[in-house]
């Protein structure tokens, strides 16, 4: 089923067009990327599908009862409520509903089956109570507890105040809450933002089962892979369509490019031939009507545009001045944070050429690490030893190296003031700022523009260790992609913190995963550091079943206590495993058992068994009674479930 329809849309400024004819299509369950460079206008198209902005030209149809959930870019959760109460306010439909339910169970308890209303009492609590479960009714609570867990909001969380978070943590919350509304469209403008790794990988897989639709902007090439199975690309003021994640969309649209040049070429030949005979034979009076015939057929000729292949990328490299030794950095046993320790310890060895990406859950100390190598934040212990002819390039995400008031030009040319203009002009060009562009002055970028001035003065310190914080932040993919192989080609030695996991892939040898014990190495790139990790732990639970083994072999000599104690986890999980299987079971033959009560009641009040009617009421509020008792152990088990696994 179609849930909308964008009709021949258009966003103008004046004369210049941002993009027109667009045409788009959104099914029921369809899982759509929307893809374009920085400016091409995806996030005002969001906007005009989402029904904030209205097109200029054209038509959004939605259909009448398709509800849409749209999360701006960087969207912030504002309220004065607790974390939990304000995940409630997703359910408010079936929070009320379940008021209204207790409120029938009353009724139907003191009202005589001869009253007149009692007929439509349990009609209505019927019907209320099949609404209920269809919406998820008996599980609400277990499932906002999943996803604020999901998105790193335990239990502590619960009881703060949202305006007391952070602006990411507020972030996270507004696409927590538009995940629990369950929206039939879900419209995400870059929902990948302030999520680390553990975080993505699990919104990835609670999208995967999204019922439905979802419509995303994103700039993480791993994430689109995983989740979307559509891709409308926005380029040069239009729009197409291919079927197919982001990787397929890009072998569909390079198989089309080439398709398209092939039928370009083979037309300029077709035109060309005409033109020849036309000039040829136009004047030979034998030739004449032949040439004229062909000269009406030019013209009619719906005469191809030649195909570009992409739009302008940045063009850049990064070049070093001078070979530092082998040893590049050494760091042991210390300690990061500010106050309070965030990790210990933290050890590096860095050698020439390495590129270590670094890794770890948000608010870890992934950002205070890099400042702490350079000097920015001190460290609580240890202290870092740079090797022989090592010189060090920072990218600071938040770009608080660029001037608040200096020119595109000044920014670079003030740094290196012997360079000439137009070699400063040169190097702004391979990052896209060419002609009056260089004289905008740094306040008045966006964020894809800044981070395109920071990496231009990076490429012009020609250093041979770069650290770099979240470099691909602000960049669309395209541009990532020349950021990967720009340092793919470095001769230097790289450290990175990054979220992007294609980036890592593509540009790191190895990892440090930094968390509250410290650092730990893994030597390739971040697939094999999954690999590993899931090795770990598949090493891990054999230990536990090794060491149970043991236990029992030696258990002679051993308390009884301490063998208790070896396998108590192992029997909690198991019972709480059997417990939730148990309710489940007892659920389900309760729900048939009310099945059939249901149809029994109609049937009596049909032929007016006034007191048939009245033992049907009784037994069922007797099941209904206890399906709500089993409904409180099953969301209790299941969440202690989730906790032991």
């Known amino acids: 089923m179609i849930l909308l329809q964008v009709q021949n849309v258009a966003r103008l400024f004046g004369a210049q067009v941002l993009f027109e004819n667009i045409q788009m299509e959104i099914a029921d369950n369809s899982k759509i990327a929307l893809v374009g460079r920085n400016g091409a206008g995806k996030s005002t198209l969001l906007k005009i599908i989402a029904g904030v902005e209205a097109p200029d030209q054209g038509t959004i149809s939605k259909n009448k009862s398709a509800t849409i959930g749209y999360l701006a870019q960087n969207t912030g959760l504002a ?63 277990t499932e906002t507890r999943s996803v604020l867990h999901g998105f790193g909001f ?5 009881n703060q105040k949202i305006s007391s978070l952070s602006g990411g943590q507020k972030t996270r919350l507004a696409l927590a809450k538009h995940l629990l509304q369950k929206p039939d469209i879900l419209i995400l403008d870059e929902p990948t933002n302030h999520l680390d790794i553990d975080t993505l990988a699990w919104l990835e897989n609670y999208l995967q089962g999204y019922k439905g639709a979802i419509l995303i902007v994103s700039h993480d090439r791993y994430f689109l892979d995983k989740v979307t199975s559509q891709t409308y690309e926005l380029s040069r003021r239009k729009m197409r369509s291919y079927a197919g994640n982001y990787s397929r969309y890009l072998e569909l649209k390079a198989a089309q490019l080439a398709s398209d040049l092939k039928q370009f070429e083979k037309q300029q030949e077709e035109i060309a031939k005409l033109e020849d005979f036309v000039a040829r034979n136009l004047a030979r009076a034998s030739t004449t009507k032949r040439a004229q015939s ?8 719906d005469r191809l545009e030649k195909p570009i292949e992409t739009d302008k990328s940045v063009k850049f490299g990064f070049q070093i001045e001078k070979v530092s030794g082998n040893v590049v950095l050494t760091l042991n046993d210390s300690a990061i944070g500010y106050k ?6 933290v050890s590096l060895d860095i050698r020439r050429k390495d590129a270590i990406a670094l890794v770890g859950p948000n608010g870890i100390g992934k950002s205070t690490l890099l400042k702490s190598i350079i000097g920015k934040i001190p460290f609580i212990k240890g202290e870092v030893a740079l090797g022989a ?3 060090v390039g920072y990218y600071d995400q938040e770009q608080a ?10 920014e670079l040319w003030d740094e290196h003031p012997t360079v000439a203009e137009k070699d400063i002009r040169s190097v702004l060009g391979g990052f896209l700022f060419t002609g009056d562009d260089v004289e905008k002055t740094i306040p008045l970028l966006s964020g894809g523009e800044k981070a395109r001035v920071a990496l231009a003065k990076l ?28 340092l793919i080609d470095y001769e230097g030695t790289l450290l990175f913190v990054s979220h992007d996991r294609y980036f890592i892939n593509r540009v790191a040898t190895k990892v440090v995963e930094l968390s509250e014990k410290g650092s730990k190495l893994y030597l390739g790139d971040y697939d094999y550091y999954l690999e590993k ?11 536990e079943l090794e060491e149970g083994k043991s236990v029992v072999e030696i258990q002679a000599t051993q308390t009884k206590q301490d063998f208790q104690a070896g396998k108590e986890q192992a029997k909690k999980l198991r019972a709480a495993q059997r417990k939730v299987e148990a309710l489940e079971e007892q659920m389900s033959e309760i729900e048939a058992t009310i099945q059939k009560l249901h149809l029994e009641m109609e049937k009596a009040a049909e032929e007016n068994h006034v007191d048939s009617l009245h033992n049907l009421n009784q037994k069922m509020e007797q099941l209904q009674k206890t399906q709500d008792e089993l409904m409180n152990e099953w969301e209790e088990a299941s969440v202690l479930l989730e906790e032991l696994q």
């Open 79 to 141: 309220s004065d409520d607790t974390v939990y109460d304000e995940m409630l306010k997703a359910f408010s439909e079936v929070i009320q509903m379940e008021k209204r339910m207790r409120i029938l169970e009353e009724l139907i308890a003191t009202t005589p089956p001869t009253d007149n209303n009692y007929e439509a009492i349990l009609k209505e609590y019927d019907q209320l109570q099949h609404n209920f479960a269809d919406k998820n009714g008996y599980a609400y609570e």
């Open 154 to 158: 335990d239990e502590s969380f619960y």
């Open 294 to 301: 062909r000269r009406k057929q030019l013209e009619k000729i």
């Open 340 to 345: 309070d320790t965030l990790s210990e310890p």
């Open 389 to 391: 002819n090592v010189s």
């Open 401 to 410: 190296q660029l001037s608040g008031r200096k020119t595109v030009l000044k």
């Open 459 to 486: 490429s012009m310190d020609y250093d041979n260790f770069l650290i770099l914080d979240e470099p691909t932040n602000h960049l669309d993919i395209d541009n990532k992609e020349v950021l990967e192989n720009a």
């Open 533 to 543: 990790k899931q090795e770990e732990e598949e090493l891990l639970r054999l230990k």
